[in-house]
């Protein structure tokens, strides 16, 4: 029997074929277990005994035979495809390049302490100008060449325009914390009117305000400088130059070394095109300047702050090239090609 | 603004053993910027960065006496060698008449003078060089004096042909309303009332101080003689005029940013001198002088305490006091801790606050001097902060998801066309730019789906086109900024039931199934009222998805009609959670039975399966199954106490509480 049965198994081509004679010969109610029951009507303990060995060792037999012809039908079924054929195509999309450097300056400025806040795009001019000591009458109001928009003014706060950078939300944040130690990181959409490859009339900020007792010069030299380690890498260096600006004094521009030459001013095509004397121009900072502090309701004896205002897509463009700005906010997918 | 200057020019003034790089970099460290250093022959143009506060260094005297302290600091030899102080006086037999009227008192200070016998001439090679480098055409030598002056002094002058103004009479006054001027350019200009002119004393207007001259009065070949001629009217109605008329001269950008009368003087006698030696002039006239500032000495105080507040650095006062002499700030008094400097009259401007007096011995003493300190830790417990953070972290994760699943994100302007606008109507009128820069940005976005939709068409070539956006849309509120609501849109040129799965799976990854529950139609009339639904969450209202309204489509020009769907975001993050409690699962296999039943256009499966499982507290959840035309299948899970089946209960509510027609019911581990 137990050689019909391992024929039988020798014949079988395939493993749903085995798994149905494993079933038949093996299972719970297949052959090998109904001659074990059979054994129960045997009286003769001897007989018994040996009827009981050979129906075991016929088993084992089988088993072998089973599984050398599960090994033999699995060699027959082994892969002959090309394993270097390219995977089945699963489509996925992309996550825009502004929420990507967003999040990258957010989580740095978060391991030195700073969290992120969000204040209104659509702001009355009080927080985008007269607080920070540009009153109405001051030119330097001209210079940022912003939109108004036909919102109810107040009678406070003044008409309503578009925010023309993130210093909007300095004294609103200063407000909120009512004397508590300030470390914002402000991000926001922004406005002006300057639309060429290298501006477009709506773009991002990010903005640094640190308010404490003796904050100095050098903690904004700090925050920046680790900023600039963190995103743009550790052989990065940065510069601070005098500037001027209504709302910080003393005031500066900070420079990094130039992200494509180095700093060296030549690249392997020649004299480099992206610097200005292998430095390269990331935004403008300084001490917070006391009537804005005033403005505030922060008692600027006290208190000393810092602040700086940078573009998301400056560092963005400053890391990784991109040649015409526009088309961050085409609408045109071809930013992901 | 921008000044560009010869490194040759700047030497008459400044002696020193630095080289123009050298002199290029420390200037930009501590001074004005240096944004290129190129050669010129043998000779180098600089071209300078001057910030608006410094119109005292936008001139070849102004750098050279800033690069003079700064060199020095920096271990070069640096000397600033002034212009030195020269009085004309007018010597001459025959006097020309002039008188020079201000009787509103327009200007500060007033500088005239006729000049005779001038020989107009091209200039020497070395003022048209100068000049060129600057970015200034060279003219006649007479012309060229003025532009010449304006760029080493730093102060704007005038020269008129003294025969063309016949009266000797220079009249300042307000404009009147229809009159006119050609201004040197050949351009006619009509002028406001609060222009400033001059006139000649007939009422004819010969002049637009501080900005432009006019054509009828200005200097030529033929000139005989010359009134030279500096006056100082209101930087706001320079700015203002120069503005309107869009006149944007360099002598307009150096008025506007208000001078000091004492360049002024010095630029005039220069003037006077340069006539002299290029023009072979003569002084015809007594000089007129009308000055109407008051000379004072501005004093500012500081502690030293202050400085090292500001720089984290202990300075000495012989330190403080010897930068600030050499920028021209005399130390005036001095008690314990307290220094008090005079302000030199060319920063009077700029000067006002200790912190101004900081940032200059900070410059000095070199930014790059001062240390590198990450800001002290501080962490104040504050639950906005955290319900904000929050609310970040969930729309990083959202995004993934979406990006994971195919969907691409965009960032739309802010502002959509009025005729976008009009397809994605709201109840309420948007807020509206003023001083729109395009017919493309009007409209601030009352739906981010109007942005897509327009994307779509851009992007219709592309097959399958999944995308989404997460902005602010802005709803107008009373007597206070519009609210600017974080908002999360998808578009999909896919099936509506496909979408409505991604939205599906997104409630599921943040555990919101139970809540969540749809309602058919929706209040928008850019959705489809055949195939749409409004989303409530916790019966609060979340959103809308459905199929775009197929006339919108038409008009768009798109193709096929995607599907679409808006969330508020702020909700769906205060509910979205990335852990919930894992509850303890039964032992007891649940029954699993499915019922078909035939979609009557009137109850929704949302209402059905909603019945069936208040009515029915064993049955865990019921999904679909299938659908077939109208015949939808559901897959009813329950836990029933002797594992009996209720499908047979369930049938019987639904055919008489709904009069539903029940198809088929059965066993669902058969299938």
Known sequence: ?337 | MNIRILDSWLREYLKTDAKPDEMASLLSLSGPSVEKLEPFGKDYAYDIEVTTNRIDSASVIGIAREAAVILKQHGYQAKFLPLKKIKHVFKAKTKLRLTVEDNSKLSRRILAVVMDQVRVDRSPQYVRDRLEQAGIRSQSNLIDVTNYVMLEVGHPCHVFDYDKIKTGKLVLRQAQDKENLVTLDGLNHALYKDDVVIDDGTGRVIDLPGIMGGQNSMVADDTKRIIFFIEMINPFIIRKTSMKHGIRTLAASYNENEPDVQTAELAFNRGISLFVQLAKAKIASPIIDINRTVAKSKLISIDLSDFATYMNLDISVAKVTSILKALGFNLKAKSKQTLTFSIPAYREKDINLKQDLIEEVARIYGYNNLGTNLPPFVFHSDPYLRNLTERFNKEKVIKEFLASLGFFELYNYSMISESLNQLFATKTKPIRMLNPMSQDLVCFRQTLLASLARAAVINSQQPRLKLFELAHVYLPRPKQLPLERPTLSLLSSNDYFELKGVLDSLFQMGHLTKLISYQSGTKQAYFDPKLSATIYLDNLYLGEIGVLNKSIAFKLGLKSVPAIAELDFGLLAKYFQFLTSIKAQSNQAPIVEDLTYQFDNKNHWQQITTLIKRKFKAVEKIELLDRYQQFYTMRIYSYTKDNKSILSLINQFLTKQLSLKIKTVKDGKNK
Not at chain 1, 5 to 16: F, T, V
Not at chain 1, 33 to 54: A, H, T
Not at chain 1, 106 to 132: C, W
Not at chain 1, 197 to 209: D, I, K, N, R, Y
């Open chain 1, 1 to 337: 029997m137990a050689n019909q049965i391992i024929r039988e198994i020798q014949q079988a081509k395939s493993l749903d074929d085995l798994e149905v004679l494993k079933t038949k010969f093996l299972g719970k109610k297949g052959y090998f277990n109904q001659q074990l029951q059979k054994l129960k009507s045997v009286s003769d303990p001897i007989q018994k005994k040996n009827l009981g060995l050979n129906i075991n060792n016929q088993k084992q037999e089988v088993i072998r035979a089973l599984n050398s012809q599960i090994q033999a039908v699995l060699r027959q079924k082994e892969p002959v495809t090309d394993p270097t054929l390219p995977g089945t195509k699963i489509s996925i999309g992309a996550i825009h390049p502004i929420t990507r450097t967003i999040n990258e300056i957010t989580e740095i400025f978060a391991k030195i302490g700073f969290y992120r806040v969000s204040y209104p795009e659509i702001e009355y001019e009080y927080f985008s100008f007269d607080s920070l000591n540009m009153p109405p009458s001051h030119p330097a109001r001209d210079e940022f060449e912003s939109f108004t928009v036909d919102g109810e003014a107040s009678s406070t706060f003044g008409k309503m325009v578009l925010s023309p950078h993130t210093s909007s939300g300095q004294v609103r944040e200063m407000w909120r914390m009512k004397g508590k130690p300030v470390r914002m990181i402000n991000i926001a959409r922004c406005f002006r009117r300057n639309w060429d490859v290298t501006h477009t009339p709506m773009f991002h900020q990010f903005e640094g305000l640190c308010i404490d007792r003796n904050i100095n010069i050098t903690h904004l030299k700090g925050a920046i400088n680790h900023f600039a380690k963190e995103y743009f890498g550790y052989d990065v260096q940065i510069r601070l130059r005098p500037y001027h600006f209504q709302f910080t004094e003393p005031s500066f521009e900070i420079d990094t070394t130039c992200t494509i030459c180095q700093g060296t001013q030549k690249t392997k095509s020649g004299k480099c095109r992206v610097c200005k004397s292998g430095w390269l121009e990331l935004g403008g900072a300084g001490m917070v300047h006391p009537n804005v502090l005033k403005a505030g309701k922060i008692n600027s004896q006290k208190y000393t702050g810092w602040a700086f205002g940078f573009g998301v897509e400056r560092v963005y463009m400053m890391k990784h090239q991109l040649f015409d700005l526009r088309k961050l906010f085409s609408g045109q997918l071809d930013i992901y090609q």
